[in-house]
């Protein structure tokens, strides 16, 4: 009965070979994994004005992404993040300032690690929208930002 069953399996297997494009997988496969590119935007223990990152929060871990498009000449309210947070510019041009006056200039594909609990705000001084990724390693029940009262 056993030797029966793997006969079966050889079978199902050749013919399954034989079947439009399914023995091409592999080498289609093998063919894309050779032309991934991996670039390091950013390893750091740091946020972009140098501090250094706090401890990840206690409590159930809970990611967010976020894509945000700022309008040309847009300007975003003061707010400060209480959990780490790490972007790329996608497209456009986005200035950051602390509200002691450190600047951060973004142009499209550059990373940035964003300030933890310092008040800051963005502003898109260029002629089109700025469109970031923004990701937030957060937890349950903890704001991923808080936004300054007027």
């Known amino acids: 009965m056993i030797k029966q069953t793997i006969r079966i399996f050889a079978v199902l297997s050749v013919i399954l070979l034989l079947q439009p494009g399914c023995g091409m997988v592999r080498i289609s496969q093998e063919a894309n994994e050779a032309s991934i590119v991996v670039k390091e935007l950013v390893k750091t223990t740091q946020s972009w004005d140098g501090k250094f990152l ?80 923004v990701f937030y390693a957060g937890v349950v029940d903890m704001p991923i930002t808080v936004v300054e009262p007027r």
């Open 54 to 133: 706090p401890a990840y929060p206690q409590g159930q871990p809970k990611i967010t992404i976020l894509r945000i498009s700022i309008p040309a000449g847009v300007r975003l309210g003061t707010h400060s993040h209480p959990v780490i947070n790490a972007g790329v510019l996608i497209s456009g041009q986005l200035t950051v300032v602390t509200i002691d006056g450190k600047t951060l200039h973004l142009k499209a594909g550059d990373p940035i690690v964003e300030v933890v609990n310092t008040l800051h705000y963005g502003i898109n001084q260029g002629k089109v929208p700025a469109e970031i990724i």
